[in-house]
């Protein structure tokens, strides 16, 4: 199925950890994004890759690195986990182009203890 | 900078009535709109956008939206509620000066009565 998936789904891990979340679209799309859902589901745009170059870097802490091996690939490393990066982290894609919408993967429930 | 405003962060109504959700965009140049909806514990599924052309767009589910410039709005509507539209549901823009950047209103949680 075409689609963008990311995994895991789940991910419950102490503060202080290291963790990644992957990213990956079939789409043909060349354009990427992470956002972020807090508790109150808010939703927040935190980077944008297109053609792997780094095109939007919001005001995030810089223990969140983005890693963009190729087009269809977008991850998320998180390193020193901290309790208030408990979130739904969704991935998404979109071809470039202000008239098309974004398609978003069903999203990564972090939860720092 | 582009902001997007949902008013109403809960509108409940009952099966078969009217659902009205609204928002409102702040942006000097008409942006491209979107709605999406977002079902318990899923992703964010796009339920219609408009670009350009036809001020009235119709999409899934049957929903649409009008975008009204002098209104500065773009608020979705059903004429007919179903148990299964209950959901959160979310306006965005993609404003005419920036690129890829879609910016989320803060979301209504629509609640539906038998």
């Known amino acids: 199925d075409t689609a963008v998936s990311q995994t895991p789904k789940y991910l419950v891990t102490q503060m202080g950890n290291d963790k990644s979340i992957k990213c990956e679209q079939n789409?043909?799309?060349?354009?990427m994004y992470w956002y972020k859902q807090d508790s109150k589901k808010f939703l927040k745009i935190m980077f944008s890759?297109?053609?792997?170059?780094?095109?939007i870097n919001e005001t995030v802490p810089n223990r969140f690195s983005p890693k963009s091996p190729d087009k269809a690939h977008l991850n998320l490393h998180i390193n020193s986990l901290e309790l208030g990066d408990s979130a739904v982290y969704f991935c998404?894609?979109?071809?470039?182009?202000?008239?098309?919408?974004?398609?978003f993967g069903s999203g990564t429930r972090l939860t720092v203890v | 900078a582009q902001s997007v405003t949902q008013l109403g962060s809960h509108v409940s109504v009952s099966e078969g009535a009217l659902v009205l959700l609204r928002c409102n965009y702040s942006?000097?140049?008409?942006?491209?709109l979107f709605w999406y909806v977002q079902y318990p514990n899923q992703g964010l599924q796009l339920l219609l956008k408009?670009?350009?052309?036809?001020?009235l767009v119709k999409g899934i589910n049957g929903f649409e939206a009008e975008f009204k410039k002098s209104e500065t709005s773009f608020h979705l509507t059903k004429p007919s509620a179903h148990m299964s539209d209950a959901a959160e549901y979310f306006c965005?823009?993609?404003?005419?000066?920036?690129?890829?950047?879609?910016?989320f209103g803060q979301g209504t949680i629509l609640t539906v009565h038998p």
């Open positions: 890759y297109n053609n792997k170059e780094l095109i």
């Open positions: 942006s000097s140049v008409p942006p491209y």
């Open positions: 998404a894609s979109s071809q470039m182009g202000r008239g098309y919408g974004y398609t």
């Open positions: 408009y670009t350009t052309g036809a001020t």
């Open positions: 789409l043909g799309h060349d354009t």
């Open positions: 965005a823009v993609i404003p005419a000066t920036v690129l890829g950047k879609l910016t």
